[in-house]
C-alpha cells in the first residue's frame, strides 16, 4: 500500500466517528435531495452544537436515523420502509424566520415528527416544513423528482456515493473531505526541539528521523500535519504536539506514530473539555504554558480537565456565558487555593471548590482584565524595543529564555540599545539569567547585565 493510500485510509477512519452522519443520500434527481437539505444541515448539524453535548447527541443520533430512513426509500422495496419517529434541536438561524416560540434556555427549538411517506421528495418536504424551514427552493424537484422514478431507472440498484457540489461546504461551513485529503498530503511536519540543543545534537536527532524514513516509510505517514517536538520522552504533549525522545530507539519511535490516531482521539475529547469549561465559566478560555514548567503528557492534561469539569458539574454556577469573556485560567492539580498571577491569567485548582471559585472569579474579574491589559502593552513594547536594537546594532537575532519575563527584557533591551553597534555586531544574542556562550556560538547573557 502507497503512503498516499495509507493516509487516504487513515483520514476516512478518523472521520468516520465524527461525521458517520453525513450519509451521502441518492438524491431526488442529481443533487436535489442535497440541495434541499442544505437549510436543514445548517440549523440542526451536530458540529454547531460543541457546547451543548445533549443536544448535540440527540442530533447526531437523529441525523444518522434520518440518512438511513432516506436511503431505504431510494432502495428496490421501500414499501416496507416503518413509519420513525425523530426528535431535533433547532438552531435559530435566519432562514428559520421569526419563530421563536418554544426556545429553550440554550436557544434552540425541540422539534419532534414522524416519518411516514414512501418517496424521498415527500420526506425532505415534511422535514423542512417541521422544523420550520424555507420550501422555497423546493420549487420545481418534484417534476425532476418524478422524472427519477421513470421505469427505465426503476428496480436499478444505485449505491454510488455522491460527490457533493463545492457550495454546499460553503453554505453550511462543513469541511470538504476532498480538499482536507490534498491538504494533509502536501503538509510536512513542523520540528521543534525541547531543549537549547547545539547543531551537531540536532542534526544527529535529523538523521535517525530520517533512517526511520528510510527504513519505515509508512509509520510516518500519521506524522504529516502534526508538530514533532524533539523532547526527553516520546508521547503527545498538552498542546498536541508528537514528541520524539532523543534517547528513544526506532522501535519506541514507531510504536507511538502507530498510536497517534488513539491520541487524536483523546486530543479531540480534550478540545470538547475546554470549550464545555468555557461555556460553565463565563467565557474564560483554559490555557496551557507549558514553557514556564516541565512538559504535560496529553493523559495528564485531559485526566486534570475532566477531574475539574466533574467538580463543577455538581454545582450549578450562576456565572453570565459572556461575563468572563477574554480572560484566562490555568489549572494545577497540585495547587490548594485559586490564586490571579501578575500577567492576568487565573491559576486555579483542578479540585476547587464552585461556590468559592464562583466567589473569587467575579471579585478578582476586574483586576485580572487590567493585569491583561497590561500584559498585551508589555508585550507590544517588548517587540517593538527587540526590533530596534536588531536594527541598531545589526544583531543576527536576539531572543530570550521563557523564564525571562517581558518587564526583565524590556529593561535589558533598552540598556542593550545604548550600545556602541559595532560591539555586537552579527551576533545571536540571547537573554537569560546567565553568562555563557554556547557551542553554535550564542552569547547569552542576563537580563540584569553588568556594563
Not at 438524491?27 to 453535548?53: I, K
Not at 534517547?247 to 483523546?266: A, F, G, I, N, R
Request: charged fraction near 20%; proline fraction near 6%; hydrophobic fraction near 35%.
Amino acid at each position: 500500500m502507497s503512503a498516499s493510500s495509507l493516509l487516504r485510509c487513515t483520514i476516512r477512519l478518523e472521520k468516520r466517528g465524527v461525521a458517520s452522519h453525513l450519509v451521502q443520500l441518492r438524491c431526488l434527481s442529481g443533487a436535489d435531495a442535497v440541495n434541499a437539505l442544505r437549510p436543514f444541515y445548517f440549523a440542526v448539524h451536530p458540529d454547531f452544537f460543541g457546547q451543548h453535548p445533549r443536544e448535540r447527541e440527540v442530533n447526531e443520533n437523529s441525523l444518522k436515523r434520518l440518512n438511513g430512513y432516506l436511503e431505504n426509500l431510494q432502495r428496490p422495496g421501500s414499501g416496507s420502509v416503518q413509519p420513525m419517529k425523530l426528535t431535533f434541536y433547532v438552531r435559530d438561524t435566519k432562514d428559520g424566520g421569526d419563530v421563536q416560540q418554544d426556545l429553550l434556555a440554550s436557544g434552540f427549538r425541540p422539534v419532534s415528527f414522524i416519518l411516514h411517506s414512501k418517496d424521498v421528495l415527500t420526506t425532505v418536504t415534511n422535514v423542512l416544513k417541521s422544523c420550520s424551514l424555507p420550501l422555497e427552493h423546493m420549487k420545481g424537484l418534484k417534476t425532476a423528482g418524478e422524472a427519477s422514478q421513470s421505469p427505465a431507472d426503476a428496480g436499478v440498484a444505485f449505491y454510488r456515493p455522491i460527490k457533493w457540489d463545492r457550495s454546499y461546504y460553503t453554505f453550511t461551513g462543513f469541511r470538504d473531505p476532498e480538499d482536507e485529503l490534498q491538504q494533509a498530503m502536501r503538509v510536512e511536519p513542523t520540528l521543534r526541539w525541547q531543549r537549547s540543543w547545539g547543531v551537531a545534537h540536532r542534526c544527529c536527532q535529523l538523521q535517525s528521523l530520517s533512517r526511520l524514513s528510510q527504513q519505515n516509510p509508512e509509520a510516518l505517514v500519521n506524522l504529516r500535519g502534526n508538530t514533532v517536538v524533539f523532547a526527553d520522552q516520546s508521547g503527545m504533549n498538552a498542546s498536541g504536539h508528537v514528541m520524539l525522545g532523543t534517547m528513544d530507539v526506532h522501535h519506541q519511535w514507531t510504536k507511538l506514530l502507530e498510536q497517534l490516531p488513539s491520541y487524536h482521539h483523546l486530543q479531540q475529547q480534550t478540545e470538547w473539555l475546554k470549550e464545555r469549561l468555557s461555556f460553565l465559566l463565563g467565557g474564560t478560555q483554559v490555557v496551557l504554558m507549558e514553557r514556564l514548567g516541565p512538559v504535560q503528557p496529553i493523559t495528564d492534561h485531559y485526566n486534570t480537565l475532566n477531574t475539574f469539569h466533574k467538580s463543577l458539574m455538581s454545582w450549578r454556577l450562576h456565572l453570565h456565558p459572556r461575563s468572563l469573556q477574554g480572560l484566562t485560567m490555568m489549572l494545577e492539580k497540585d495547587r490548594s487555593a485559586p490564586s490571579l498571577h501578575e500577567m492576568g491569567h487565573f491559576i486555579i485548582p483542578a479540585s476547587c471548590d464552585p461556590p468559592k471559585l464562583q466567589a473569587f472569579f467575579q471579585s478578582h474579574a476586574p483586576k485580572a482584565r487590567q493585569y491583561t491589559q497590561r500584559r498585551k502593552q508589555l508585550q507590544a513594547e517588548e517587540a517593538a524595543l527587540i526590533q530596534q536594537c536588531l536594527q541598531s546594532l545589526s544583531l543576527r537575532s536576539l531572543s530570550k529564555e521563557p523564564s525571562v519575563s517581558s518587564s526583565q527584557m524590556i529593561q535589558c533591551c533598552k540598556r542593550l540599545r545604548d550600545q556602541p553597534p559595532p560591539l555586537m555586531q552579527g551576533l545571536h544574542i540571547c537573554v537569560s539569567h546567565f553568562y555563557s556562550v554556547m557551542e553554535d556560538g550564542d552569547l547569552c547573557v542576563p537580563w540584569d547585565w553588568k556594563s
